[in-house]
């Protein structure tokens, strides 16, 4: 079912929103569908922030421009549909003014259940929908998208694909889930020394285990998880120093230096250049964690 948001005018600009929720055969790895269209904007650069989602992106429209932050020469890569794996610096996506199409936000789990691959192998990587799954149904799946009637039945349409690709033998670590929630639920509250003991592994062993199935390392996905509450709450309208308690910095320079290595910016510059923005929503009764 999706949940329209309201629409946002501001002069010619418009956003309409919508938010849909996966079937229950896809608890575990995808937490939630993002439909946005984007009309009459400025012509621009948007920042694909880190996250601890993979970015799983449909394009309803032209094909989606970045250039990843590994990027050498200043390749642009361009994919109407694309899964983009977990990294720690933003990437630049290039528009012109306009954006429509659907985000699928896909935990690292999924993409062993969803595409046949360990997330570890997608980490600091775009790769095209067609590579993943190897048939038409990604050359088809943006216009079949873009015929639907509306956002829900474009919803459907992907619990019905995804379900279908859903390989529910590949075995989700709980103990990697478990750490995965812990450090995403209260980033920074965490020592990684600590967890290991707890499961009773050496940190190297810890460390090793949670990259495989995840992407990142333990203390990077930390650093992802805590950027990311962040920005919720300055899209939210917290004071500084709320921010700072809540997402676990130890004070504003720390704040500021971590935002300076992950978004490529100031919060103030981010917020200046990308409000509003599909990127800085979360939906109705959004949860944070995998349950299984």
Not at 120 to 129: I, N, Q
Not at 167 to 179: C, H, I, L, Q, S
Request: with cysteine; charged share 20%.
């Amino acid at each position: 079912m999706a949940d329209s948001a309201p629409i946002l005018d501001v002069v010619n600009a418009r956003t309409d929103t919508a938010f849909g929720r996966p079937h229950p055969a896809l608890t575990g790895a995808v937490t939630g569908y993002i439909g946005y269209e984007m009309t009459g904007f400025s012509p621009g650069m948007h920042r694909g922030l880190p996250t601890r989602n993979l970015t799983f992106i449909v394009s309803l429209a032209d094909p989606v421009e970045m250039k990843l932050p590994s990027s050498r020469y200043g390749r642009i890569d361009r994919h109407q549909a694309f899964v983009a794996g977990l990294d720690t610096a933003p990437a630049h996506i290039h528009h012109d003014g306009n954006q429509f199409g659907i985000a699928i936000e896909t935990t690292p789990f999924g993409a062993s259940r969803l595409f046949g691959l360990p997330p570890v192998e997608l980490t600091g990587l775009v790769v095209d929908l067609h590579d993943l799954f190897g048939s038409t149904d990604a050359l088809t799946l943006p216009d079949r998208l873009r015929a639907a009637p509306d956002w829900t039945a474009r919803f459907e349409m992907l619990d019905t694909l995804l379900t279908t690709r859903l390989d529910a033998a590949r075995d989700v670590p709980d103990d990697v889930v478990w750490a995965w929630n812990e450090l995403g639920a209260a980033p920074g509250a965490h020592a990684v020394d600590a967890m290991a003991r707890e499961l009773g592994w050496s940190r190297r062993h810890f460390s090793a285990r949670f990259k495989q199935h995840v992407g990142l390392s333990p203390r990077q996905f930390q650093r992802v998880a805590r950027f990311e509450r962040s920005k919720h709450l300055i899209v939210s309208g917290h004071a500084t120093s709320d921010v700072i308690t809540a997402a676990g910095y130890y004070d504003h320079a720390h704040l500021l230096h971590e935002w300076n290595k992950l978004a490529g910016c100031r919060p103030t510059e981010w917020q200046a250049e990308e409000l509003p923005s599909v990127q800085d929503t979360s939906g109705p009764d959004h949860e944070d964690g995998v349950h299984d």
